[in-house]
């Protein structure tokens, strides 16, 4: 499906979806637990398949209205009955890997033909080390990959430069392993507020886990005890929101965002130091943004990598030049977001390089296109918000990518005054 976006101006308010993240790691862990009740979860299309590979691996499962309840394996996951398909989902494929190592027998993950190019030999070779067997059938390190547990703990390294979705799944999985875990961290440690958040959803299932994020023990004998919680609302989500307030000079407000372990809360102080003006009422939850003229910066996107189209965005609307840098890992997403972001803003007029590690963004005017989504709710949210200001009309295809993630995402944007057809 192609998305027609004009030129427009976004007022009004709106409510962030709920947490992506959250939700994913709540479903896993409530999964390994006993009973746990989730409120509010995002239901989007990356979070149920993690409903349906937690199902494979033995939890029992209802999705009604704004709830998931769950009766979970207790630590032991049952050997699934046929492939588990993960879809778009790395999140989900990274996750269960380390679940599906404490079931005493082999599971298959596989996923959609982005997920199949995505690196996992970092939580390949752990899972080996910890004691399970696995392997990416292609030995390309990337899925199909079988694990054949059980996994029994030790100690190991692992890299932590590519994706902290490995150490999170380490993390979720091996408080049931039969030895104590000890995770040593090579190199630099990125994207690390998503191992924070794991880190707080562990700890309000009553896990003990302790750290100085180089290394990480995990005793073991533990139980999960996540009783029921309340997913919070998504700040990368929300990113589009506030980035189209201040690109074209109005102000929006987005609810559900009280404060979180989530690093792209960061997007706050991004459009400050850019020159918006953002008010945050963490009492509320509510968050408003009015833009102004905005001004390029240097931004370290070493932790906020979900963010980098949004501020690509930002960088084109904004006098002088804007600096991605210590992004190298966001070119291991649904599609490399580095050189798409490069592409298709170049289509739309931007002066726009693409470094190894980053981008360089000279503001200027935007002219629509037709552009590409390349199957990535990233790109297209990111590229649809750029429509806002180009002159004409932006044509963006792959949308309904948005599923993965946001799916009420242009329903919003049409609440707040956007012009969107399909
Ligand atoms: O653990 C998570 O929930 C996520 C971690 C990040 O990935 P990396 O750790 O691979 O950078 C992020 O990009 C992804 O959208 C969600
Ligand atoms: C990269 C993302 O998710 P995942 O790694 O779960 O596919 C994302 O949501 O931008």
Request: proline share 4%; charged share 25%.
């Amino acid at each position: 499906m192609n998305a027609k976006v004009s030129k427009s101006e976004v007022w009004g308010s709106v409510e962030a979806p709920p947490s992506k993240s959250y939700t994913h790691r709540a479903i896993v862990i409530g999964s390994l637990g006993k009973y746990s009740k989730i409120q509010k979860p995002l239901l989007s299309a990356d979070t149920l398949a993690t409903v349906d590979a937690c199902r494979a691996l033995g939890a029992e499962i209802k999705v009604e209205g704004e709830e998931i309840e769950i009766a979970g394996v207790i630590g032991k996951p049952k050997v699934p009955d046929n492939v588990i398909d993960a879809k778009n989902s790395g999140t989900t494929l990274r996750l269960c890997m380390s679940m599906a190592a404490l079931a005493d027998g082999a599971t298959v993950f596989t996923g959609d033909e982005s997920l199949r190019k995505r690196p996992n030999k970092p939580l390949i070779k752990a899972l080996n080390d910890l004691g399970a067997v696995c392997y990416s059938t292609r030995g390309t390190g990337t899925a199909p990959i079988v694990v054949h547990g059980v996994m029994e703990g030790g100690k190991i390294s692992i890299d932590g430069g590519i994706s902290s979705q490995f150490i999170s799944s380490l993390l979720i999985s091996c408080p049931f392993a039969k030895n104590e875990t000890r995770i040593e961290i090579e190199g630099e440690l990125k994207s690390r507020p998503y191992i924070e958040v794991t880190l707080e959803m562990l700890e309000k299932a009553g896990a003990q886990v302790a750290t100085n994020f180089k290394e990480f023990v995990i005793p073991t004998e533990q139980e999960y005890d996540l009783r029921s919680y309340r997913i919070p609302g998504d700040f990368s989500s929300a990113s589009y929101m506030v980035a189209a307030a201040a690109i074209t000079g109005t102000k929006v407000t987005v609810n559900n965002l009280f404060e979180s372990k989530q690093g792209d809360s960061a997007i706050l102080e991004y459009l400050l130091d850019m020159g918006a003006n953002v008010y945050w009422d963490t009492e509320k939850g509510s968050v408003t943004v009015e833009g102004g003229e905005l001004h390029g910066i240097e931004i370290d996107a070493s932790a906020t990598p979900d963010l980098v189209p949004t501020l690509a965005v930002l960088g084109a609307c904004a006098k002088g030049t804007t600096r991605i840098v210590n992004a190298e890992h966001v070119r291991f997403k649904e599609t490399d977001r580095l050189k798409a972001m490069a592409n298709e803003l170049k289509e739309m007029g931007v002066d726009i390089i693409e470094k190894p590690d980053g981008l360089v963004i000279k503001g200027g005017m935007m002219r629509g296109a037709h552009v590409e989504g390349y199957d990535d709710h990233r790109i297209v949210m990111s590229l649809a918000i750029a429509g806002l200001v180009a002159t004409g009309t932006t044509t963006i295809t792959d949308a309904d990518a948005i599923n993965i993630s946001y799916p009420g995402f242009f329903d919003d944007l049409k609440k707040l005054g956007a012009k969107v057809e399909f």
